[in-house]
């Protein structure tokens, strides 16, 4: 069994087969980070340029420690503050980096799309790190991770999706592999953040939390971003919250051991309440941990893989 | 020059409702006879007889919206430019948008494209003059002047003119003239963010949409405005059914409102944007199959007049971004005639109603002595294979643009030959 993708753009284009693929390595790569010695020399010798036109510590974070990990050498670059901003083209980035013969570009932009076309233009494996409100692959693999090694399965389990939906790679990255897998996946959110023809995207769709978690067994909240909160889309934090956000009362709907999750960086108090996130069946620092595994088991893949050989 | 005659051609022309094979006979530029009658007759003496036997004959095409870069972005196209491909594509006379840089708003700048047209274009070239000063949409032109100059009508370029109060006026006072105004309706603030159309696509693709009642509300609104007014109102470029749903009600009421659409929105639809192709995007947006569909029976139907090709050349300073980051507009000169033809072969709409579209209705919308091939008019000719098979290159376009949405594209038909006043700008 191998894997059959030169990049990783996306959820969309996977197998299930692919996506059982990267999970099980990422399980493998999980023992690795637990060790005291957690460097290896899997790609020793390798170039990993991580390139974020989008600001990001987290994201930037966890991939830059999963190369290292690997035995990578890592290099970031954060092209909010360069040259870009002075006319350069992504496209003329991407050529310019690409004669630096990297091994392999994590990429993030604001744009949907952006990803894909970088990778027409480059010779070596492309990840996408979330391009606009298109996909963030590594986010829903990682979360995958989490409830199947939470749960022990990820298949036929009822897994609620709540809040920014709209605007969310997220959610549409996790309901391409939700489905992928054989969850069944709702979303929960005021209509103004639904995007259109979600009822045919392959979810249940409730308006109302009370109705959308019940006998959830997990609950994944997204970020409300801070300028579509003031009337613009919903009209205010507090009623937002009042409605949507995550409390104890809404989450005794769901099953009692329902998993909640969040992609990060959270708005206490806005999508959710602080007990619910540091409390009991909260697994946001799962998330974390799995997030690296699944990056590193990413890498290794692509970077390794016989057809991506330098 | 010598006399021409076209022998053994089937000749289409819908200005006289002729579809028959004879010939056509050109004295000094102008038809001086044409028909199964003709081809009865004598040939003047000294004519270049030239046997066209399985070619059609249609009056060159009338194309009432391209977009120039000249003057101000020479790069993408210049006047000469758009002319040659225009000659490839069996186009005749060309419509000039305003929105150039400067934009057309002045007598001075009319003149202007009509002395670079005559000097250096091989085909007609009219000017449209801006509807409002710079296409702001707040102060009107000189419509009387500028149409004495020579501007053929009105256009608020790619904007709808927002203050209804503005619009209002501007078509009490373009009435009095007889002006067409030409206006593309897109409510800036309704389908403000978006790149494509809205529906499950763009969802996917993670791209905001621009909803069909960005295009519907304020075509209502100008609907209402010529009822109010009595002006001649054109919708150059609808999109969705339900525009062509409020031009058919207009019409029955008895104003006089006239539509179009792009060759692009009767041929392609919002799945060939694909993966983020930035060719395919568009404005308006190219929308569903089913409506798609819907604008073709609406063309045969005749409630949507005119066919246009919205040529817009682009580089890739403007396209070659993220699908949200670049320009809309595709070039589409060289290639209108044969995606045109594609409705001819598949049935839907008959030629006679095709080159109507293309050609004679744009001339008497416009007030052109063009569209015919009747005795005494102007020889713009336009002779088509109809079943020649080819694809589009894009080594091939000679637009100094290549942002086609057909490159690789399988055409059935193509232009052979185009003549204006007789004289032959291009050959196959």
């Keep these: ?310 | 020059m010598k006399p021409r005659v076209l022998a053994n051609v089937r000749i289409v022309d819908p200005s006289t409702g002729i579809d028959e094979i004879g010939d056509i006979v050109i004295i000094d530029g102008r038809i001086s006879a044409i028909g199964a009658d003709a081809a009865g007759m004598a040939p003047p003496s000294g004519a270049e007889i030239e046997d066209c036997a399985g070619l059609i004959a249609v009056p060159g095409l009338v194309d009432a919206c391209v977009h120039i870069g000249e003057p101000g972005a020479e790069h993408r196209e210049t006047i000469a430019s758009a002319s040659r491909a225009a000659a490839r594509g069996g186009v005749t006379s060309i419509i000039m948008m305003p929105d150039t840089d400067p934009v057309i708003d002045d007598v001075a700048l009319v003149d202007f494209v009509q002395r670079l047209a005559r000097d250096e274009a091989v085909v007609r070239v009219h000017p449209a003059a801006a509807l409002t000063k710079g296409l702001k949409g707040e102060e009107m032109t000189e419509f009387g002047l500028l149409l004495e100059a020579g501007a053929v009508w009105l256009s608020n370029g790619r904007h709808t003119v927002d203050n209804p109060a503005v619009m209002r006026r501007a078509m009490t006072y373009a009435r009095d003239f007889g002006a067409v105004i030409a206006v593309a309706t897109q409510d800036q603030r309704l389908g403000a963010t978006g790149v494509m159309n809205e529906g499950l696509f763009a969802s996917w693709l993670g791209l905001p949409g621009i909803p069909r009642e960005a295009e519907i509300i304020p075509l209502e609104r100008d609907l209402r405005l010529a009822g109010l007014t009595g002006a001649r109102y054109h919708a150059m470029s609808i999109s969705v059914p339900q525009s062509a749903d409020v031009i058919r009600d207009a019409k029955a009421r008895g104003l006089a409102v006239t539509a179009g659409i792009s060759i692009n929105h009767l041929t392609l639809n919002e799945t060939d944007i694909g993966e983020y192709r930035t060719f395919f995007r568009l404005s308006p947006p190219l929308r569903t199959e089913d409506d798609r569909r819907a604008m073709v029976a609406a063309l045969a139907e005749g409630v949507i007049d005119i066919i246009v090709s919205a040529h817009d050349p682009q580089d890739v300073d403007t396209k070659r971004l993220p699908f949200a980051d670049a320009e809309n507009g595709a070039i589409g000169l060289e290639t209108m005639l044969a995606a045109a033809l594609r409705l001819y072969h598949s049935g839907d709409v008959p030629l006679m109603r095709l080159v109507d579209a293309l050609s004679t209705r744009p001339a008497r919308i416009l007030g052109l002595e063009a569209g015919t091939l009747a005795p005494g008019a102007r020889a713009d000719i336009a002779l088509i294979d109809a079943d020649y098979p080819w694809v589009v290159s894009k080594d091939d376009l000679i637009s100094k643009s290549k942002n086609s949405p057909f490159e690789d594209a399988r055409f059935t038909g193509k232009v052979l030959q185009t003549l204006v006043a007789g004289v032959t700008v291009h050959r196959a």
């Design chain 1, 1 to 310: 069994m191998s894997f059959p993708h030169r990049h990783l753009l996306g959820i969309k284009g996977l197998s299930e087969q692919d996506i059982i693929y990267l999970l099980d390595r990422a399980d493998e790569a999980v023992k690795i980070s637990r060790q005291r010695e957690k460097k290896t020399s899997t790609l020793r010798g390798l170039t990993q340029i991580n390139l974020f036109f989008e600001a990001s510590t987290r994201t930037q974070a966890s991939f830059e420690l999963a190369g290292k990990r690997l035995g990578a050498d890592v290099m970031n670059m954060s092209v909010a503050n360069s040259s870009v901003k002075k006319g350069e083209t992504l496209v003329d980035t991407a050529m310019t980096l690409n004669a630096m013969r990297p091994d392999v570009l994590v990429v993030r932009h604001s744009s949907a799309g952006a990803v894909a076309l970088l990778s027409q233009k480059v010779g070596c494996p492309v990840i996408n790190a979330g391009d606009g409100a298109h996909e963030h692959p590594t986010q829903a693999l990682l979360d995958a991770l989490t409830i199947r090694r939470a749960k022990g399965k990820v298949g036929r389990l009822i897994v609620a999706i709540c809040g920014d939906v709209l605007h969310s790679r997220v959610a549409r990255s996790n309901i391409l592999l939700l489905n992928a897998l054989g969850a069944r996946v709702r979303v929960v959110a005021p209509s103004t953040l639904l995007p259109s023809g979600i009822a045919d995207m392959g979810v249940e769709v409730f308006q109302s939390m009370e109705d959308g978690l019940r006998d959830a067994d997990v609950v994944m909240m997204l970020r409300l971003q801070r300028e579509r909160m003031a009337g613009s889309f919903v009209p205010s934090v507090r009623e937002y919250f009042r409605y949507y956000g995550l409390d104890a009362d809404k989450l005794s709907l769901a099953k009692p051991d329902a998993l909640v999750m969040h992609p990060g960086p959270m708005n206490r108090g806005v999508e959710i309440a602080s007990d619910i996130a540091d409390g009991p069946q909260s697994v946001i620092e799962l998330q974390v941990e799995m997030g690296v595994a699944v990056r590193m088991a990413v890498m290794e893949t692509l970077m390794l893989s016989e057809g991506n050989q330098p």
